[in-house]
């Protein structure tokens, strides 16, 4: 499964009340600080976890807080 910062962005603009906006979110910036609320991101990481087909413990959940993170744990879980 591809892992990208476009992949990401879709995935999230998916399972977030925010949508399509999301598109344009910066890679760098937290999500939160974008608009991403709590119940949005819950639903995103449990997509994030089925559709990459691995579990992220909660505790590396709270350390993932903008799209390159979210990229960059992907790439060092999946090999």
Do not use: A, H, R, W
Not at 9 to 19: A, P, R
Not at 30 to 47: E, I
Not at 61 to 78: A, F, R
């Amino acid at each position: 499964m591809e892992i990208s910062t476009n992949k990401i962005k879709k995935i999230l603009s998916e399972t977030s009340s925010l949508g399509k906006e999301v598109l344009n979110f910066s890679d760098d910036l937290s999500l939160t600080k974008q608009g991403v609320d709590s119940l949005d991101s819950l639903d995103f990481f449990l997509k994030i976890e089925e559709s990459y087909g691995i579990s992220i413990p909660d505790n590396d959940i709270d350390k993932l807080s903008s799209v390159n993170q979210i990229c960059k744990y992907l790439e060092s879980k999946i090999k």
